[in-house]
């Protein structure tokens, strides 16, 4: 994967074209992350200092792992119309953060290194995930579009899913599950 480097430049535009990309982008400083195009695109390795990802005008999946760099406190997540991938530690996203989906089938993907409370104010998002957490609270107070939550090899964890609604909601565990001594 081709790593990106660019010292000192708050705002970043990428734009995708023909095959599919995968780059690293550990050596930028960038705040906010614009990306459009028509080709997929595989981001990993996001340096800490992100707090707003735009990919609302991308028209191919996007894939993106905000989990490796302890990015700081994330305030806005939006992607396009492609089938998109967004993997992040809850600890990395403020409890309110907007997060929004496009037409594709989205999936949010949480990890937590830590203890943490989100009540997003989602959209789009059909799928969350809930993966190596430690002890998450996931509020659907602000949350549409949700069909699917999937808890993902949590056999220590203590995760909490509230505030469904009377939404017809999709609940599957993944992996071992943890039992009590008799």
């Given amino acids: 994967d081709p790593t990106i480097t ?5 705002d970043v535009t990428l734009k995708t074209t023909g095959a599919e990309s995968f780059v690293k982008l550990a050596a930028m400083d960038a705040k906010t992350l ?12 996001i340096k800490d200092g992100l707090t707003t990802l735009d990919a609302s005008a991308m028209t191919a ?19 396009g119309s492609g089938d998109d991938k967004i993997t992040a530690d809850a600890q990395d996203i403020i409890a309110n953060a907007s997060v929004t989906g496009g037409a594709g089938n989205d999936t949010l993907t ?16 059909e799928t969350v995930a809930m993966s190596n957490t430690t002890k998450t609270i996931f509020s659907a107070t602000n949350v549409a579009d949700l069909t699917t939550i999937q808890i993902n090899d949590v056999a220590a964890a203590a995760t909490e ?22």
């Fill in 6 to 10: 660019m010292a000192g430049i708050e």
């Fill in 34 to 45: 614009t990306i459009s195009g028509d080709a997929a695109l595989d981001i990993t390795d």
């Fill in 61 to 79: 999946g996007l894939t993106i792992d905000l989990d490796n760099a302890n990015v700081s406190k994330i305030k806005t997540i939006a992607t």
């Fill in 110 to 125: 949480l990890t937590d290194t830590g203890t943490s409370t989100l009540q997003l104010a989602m959209s789009g998002i």
């Fill in 161 to 182: 899913v509230v505030n469904l609604g009377a939404a017809d909601i999709t609940l599957s565990q993944v992996g071992a599950t943890k039992t009590g001594a008799a």
